[in-house]
């Protein structure tokens, strides 16, 4: 079975292994299809080993829904898949145009050409958002011509099911850890006491770091905060630190490299994603607490979206935007080492029973074959 994945994510060299693992099943050929770069990040090559990776050029790098590929059609066409997994929203001009190439190929399957491929499409949309046109268009093309779907998280199958589509959608996210990688390390020093909480991502104000700020600057002095990301929060957010009282309590890092997240991990006591829900977004997976958790860090997370499904009974949870619950539940672990050793344990066997990177894979080549044997949608 020749299967092409057009997916943008995969200039991540973390994420590659998902493709190596997927074409070491024997009876897939994968090749993968990826941008050159992406909003200002270059193509990583770490894990590019069993799979073809061919560099396609991109228009409108950055621009989510209106970024595409001018050449997409000819490689497609040369690479005659059995099936197109395009790895990207439904409501995306990528999306839209990637799935009039593949129906172009039934025209030439005609003239004894290339046929075309079964297709799917993947979604983290886990808010039932109304597009404006041309969007709400190409979605509804998109979710009647498509074949099958893959969803990150349950509540994203809901939304495109609530529109209409009808295919099969497993709920499978985009990408798994490599627990190999992933793992729990011996500290690089000793810390004198201190108590490290770590954020890592975005610094927008979806991601709530400003109610971080306000539950560390409640805690004791031994306990510090590292902020790892960029976004165009930085400045306000350091703004807000100084003036609760955290200079020299809180360390803003620019982003790592995904190969050198585990080194990262390491240097936190726990990790805490505070996200909050927006009219038009709430969190839809949160890699980073998986990435944590397999390296044996304890988690806390809002209640915002998918958070509470991923860490399970493996971390702790507070409501959404309230900062004292948060202090609270960061009080909890700093004052028992048993609790923290609880949670890294829970955390590294969740990781491990659900969120691999093997896991991930076996499930989407599973995917993959029952698309190819079910009858092609009308």
Known sequence: MRVVMLSKALIVGEYQRKCELIAAHDDIALTVFTPPAWAGQSLERAHVSGYTLRILPIRFDGNFHLHYYPTLGR????????????????????????????????????????????????????????????????ERYVLTHVDNGIAGNQEAAQVCRAKGFAGDMPVIPQFGVDESHFRPRARAVERDGQFTIGYAGRLVPEKGIDVLLRAVAGLPPTTRLMIIGAGPERSALEQLSAGLGLTGRVIFRPPSPSTEMPQVYGEFDALVLPSRTQRNWKEQFGRVLIEAMACGVPVIGSTCGEIPNVIGEAGLIFAENDAEALRAQLARLIASPALRAELAQRGRERVLAHYTMRHIADQTAQTYR????????V
Do not use: C
């Open 75 to 138: 490689e497609l066409a040369a690479s005659r898949p059995d099936v197109f997994h395009i790895d990207e929203e439904p409501y995306n001009l990528a999306t839209f145009l990637a799935l009039r190439a593949a129906a172009s190929l039934q025209s030439h399957r005609r003239s004894g050409g290339a046929r075309s491929p079964r297709t799917l499409f993947f979604t983290w949309q886990n808010v039932l958002r109304r597009y404006p046109p041309p969007f709400n268009w190409m």
């Open 370 to 377: 029952q698309l190819h044997i079910e009858p092609k949608r």
